[in-house]
């Protein structure tokens, strides 16, 4: 026989408290007094009684969860974003629910459009770009999107990026600094935004210093593009002493490239600068020099936005750009005098 369901009336029974009592503890940031929380929680313990989640949202026009659609979890920097980002938002009394999507295109409507049909408060993407239409459907159905590591020139896209731009300058400054004399890029995928502004950034920065690059190669963020992207720069008759790559989950394969078939050393031979600053770029194996997003800076600032803009639908869209910096390790070569050297 079916079991009866336990209802917040039975509990409040049970606990000696009003329903009201009952449902206030059940409510993530509401007010109760610790004996009252502790009666309550012991009788739904007793009775084996699960709020109604689903049921307070039809009430309160809220379900409390966040859509989160992410294009790929290979590259390391996505992983601990996104355990950054169920932390900070749970800490507030959401939940997230991720849906893996191609970067663009109709795929990444599709999974939009059913998230919407989940009554989500509020969509976040990683990577992730968002087409016209499916921008349309969002903010005619009141739902809030935050563009994750990814910028777009939509004036109704709200965005949390580092400061790709100013970021890859300083790469282009260290390494001129450092005396390299060919110096290559390895970009991300220049589809997206993070790719052109960071191949923009490193390319102005060595023309401030009256430089060019030597060459310039689309990795498109995978690592075997940037394996061999590695292997046609030093098939070069003059190859470069310098590579800049677009992201360190690139890097790792360009390093490993590098000491392995084609038996160089680096940084004596040819010095090699990722970005992200991924927990694996400080293991013995790479040791590797990189821009450092500051992932919990930009997941800080994704959720205030996104709260933001869930408390107040009349609050402008904003897009927020987080400064970074260089973090020195052994694969390049440091300039004398340059700050932090000696770390």
């Given at each position: ?73 290979d590259n390391q920097f996505y992983p601990d974003a996104l355990e950054r980002l169920s932390t900070a938002l749970q800490d507030k009394g959401y939940h997230i629910l991720i849906f893996m999507a191609s970067g663009t295109g109709a795929q990444v409507d599709k999974v939009i459009g059913e998230l919407l049909d989940y009554q989500v408060d509020g ?111 030093f098939a070069m008759d003059t190859p470069p002493d310098a590579i800049f790559v677009g992201n360190d989950h690139m890097a790792f394969s360009v390093l490993d490239a590098l000491r392995g078939p084609l038996g160089l050393r680096v940084p004596e031979d040819v010095s090699v600068v990722g970005y992200d600053d991924v927990p694996l770029a400080e ?61």
């Open positions: 026989m079916a079991r009866d369901r336990i209802t917040s009336t039975d509990v409040a029974r049970a606990a000696g408290v009003s329903q009201s009592a009952v449902s206030r503890v059940f409510t993530p940031g509401a007010s109760v007094s610790p004996k009252t929380a502790r009666k309550v929680r012991d009788a739904a313990d007793q009775l084996g009684y699960r709020p109604n989640v689903l049921a307070r949202s039809l009430i309160t026009g809220r379900s409390k969860i966040i859509g989160l659609v992410v294009a790929y979890l969509i976040i993407t990683a990577s992730v770009g968002m087409s016209d239409e499916i921008t349309a459907r969002c903010e005619a159905a009141g739902i809030p999107v935050v563009l994750f590591n990814r910028g777009q020139d939509d004036p109704r896209l709200s965005s949390v990026t580092s400061d790709n731009f100013n970021g890859a300058r300083e790469v282009a400054r260290f390494l001129v600094a450092g005396g390299h004399g060919r110096i290559a890029h390895i970009t991300g995928w220049t589809g997206s935004s993070t790719g052109r502004d960071r191949e923009a950034g490193f390319l102005a920065g060595l023309a401030d210093l009256g430089r060019a690059p030597c060459a310039v190669l689309d990795g498109h963020y995978r690592r075997h593009e940037a394996a061999e992207a590695a292997k046609a720069l293991w013995g194996a790479y040791q590797l020099t990189t821009w450092r997003q500051p992932s919990n800076r930009m997941v800080s600032e994704a959720v205030e936005l996104m709260l933001g803009l869930i408390e107040d639908p009349d609050r402008p869209p904003e897009k927020k750009e987080i400064t970074g910096r260089l973090v020195l390790r052994a694969s390049a070569r440091v300039p004398e005098g340059w700050p932090d050297a000696g770390l």
